[in-house]
């Protein structure tokens, strides 16, 4: 299954301070005029600039993304064989000895995935690939960032005293950070969590980087775009219909479509996919690039942009949780 690629969603997102913010860079420069904490940079468009890693960016949302599964979910695996029940555990400790047959050798790869927690089905785990690719966010115009330099202590709890300092670090209070999400293979639950997290982040219910207990860290999220596409499809103009090459599986072709439409029955259960997995929407596929291959676009910030894609795969997501939304 996971050597194939039946869809994929890209959202074209920027993140914009809303306060001090800083992603330290892991190392201090040989420059002593430089501040203690330094924000990391990189070459970008000719030039020098801050950034916000998409590794630091992965990290805070599969945090999160976790967060909200163990609270409506679990955080251990169902132990009456019930696979429908959604649950994170904690990647760093965990052993995935749940991913081993009693001999300790892996287990077959869709037993693999359909024993893996929700979360890791979607951001890896020691044995399946990450379906999620977050690239680096970079600024779109330098000359709009507003980099400061800001002074702290840390107190010693017990005397009231400086423990450590006095220190000196970065932050960016003001710009435009332009970035991507990629999700391949994707069901609309997954879609839709993500959604949520995003909508976490623009609320202010976590942050980014450094020092977020003290006030750091807190961003707005602007969606430009959201594309889904589905590869191994035509549109059908006679019938208004999505067409799945090598198959007689046609949709309407106002349908958003998730990963367990283009398989079999067997194939679904087997890794544990929703079937059906599909939801109505305003916007109408259309040929990709070259005349191969179908999309599916939501442009701006408005409701009726990346919101609705979020709001309609968000439905999913209660579905599987066996709740309605609206």
Same mark, same amino acid.
């Given at each position: ?8 969603? %890209? ?13 330290? @860079? ?52 169902? #132990? ?5 029940? +959604?649950?994170?555990? *904690? ?9 081993? /047959?009693?001999?300790?050798? !892996? ?15 979607? =951001?890896? $785990? ?14 779109? *115009?330098?000359?709009?960032?507003? +980099? ?18 006095? =220190? ?16 391949? /293979? ?16 623009? !609320?202010?219910? =976590?942050? &980014? ?8 860290? %807190?961003?707005?999220?602007?969606? $430009? ?10 549109? /059908? ?10 198959? *007689?599986?046609?949709? /309407? ?26 939801? !109505? ?7 990709? !690039? ?24 968000? #439905? @999913?997501?209660?579905?599987? &949780? ?5």
């Amino acid at each position: 299954m996971h050597k194939r690629l039946v869809n994929h969603c %890209t959202i074209n997102f920027s993140i914009i301070p809303d306060g001090p913010i800083l992603i330290k @860079s892991g190392k201090e420069g040989a420059d002593p005029t430089n501040p203690d904490m330094e924000f990391v940079r990189t070459f970008h468009k000719g030039g020098w600039s801050i950034y916000l890693p998409g590794s630091s960016l992965k990290g805070a949302i599969r945090a999160h993304a976790e967060r909200i599964v163990r609270t409506i979910g679990g955080e251990t695996i169902p #132990r009456d064989n019930n696979t429908n029940k +959604i649950w994170a555990n *904690d990647p760093l400790n965990d052993k995935y000895s749940y991913l081993k /047959n009693p001999q300790g050798k !892996d287990l077959p790869p869709h037993e693999i995935y359909q024993k893996s927690s929700f979360t890791d089905q979607m =951001f890896g $785990n020691t044995a399946i690939a990450s379906r999620v690719r977050i690239e680096d966010a970079h600024p779109v *115009d330098v000359k709009q960032l507003h +980099i400061e330099e800001r002074n702290g202590v840390a107190i010693d709890r017990v005397f009231g005293s400086v423990a450590v300092g006095p =220190f000196n670090y970065q932050v960016c209070t003001a710009g435009d950070f332009q970035t991507k999400i990629h999700l391949k /293979n994707f069901t609309l639950a997954q879609l839709g969590l993500i959604g949520l997290v995003l909508r976490d982040l623009n !609320d202010g219910w =976590f942050g &980014l980087g450094f020092a977020k207990s003290r006030g750091l860290g %807190t961003v707005k999220i602007k969606y $430009n775009s959201a594309i889904v596409q589905y590869p191994g499809c035509v549109i /059908n103009e006679e019938n208004k219909q999505i067409q799945l090459l090598g198959s *007689d599986n046609q949709w /309407n072709w106002n349908y958003l479509l998730g990963v367990g439409e283009f398989l079999s029955e067997e194939e679904a259960n087997k890794y544990g996919f929703q079937k059906p997995d599909k939801q !109505d929407s305003p916007v109408r596929a259309e040929s990709m !690039d070259l005349g191969f291959g179908v999309q599916m676009k939501w442009q701006g910030n408005t409701e009726a942009g990346a919101k609705d894609l979020f709001m309609r795969a968000v #439905r @999913s997501w209660g579905e599987l &949780l066996g709740c309605t939304t609206s």
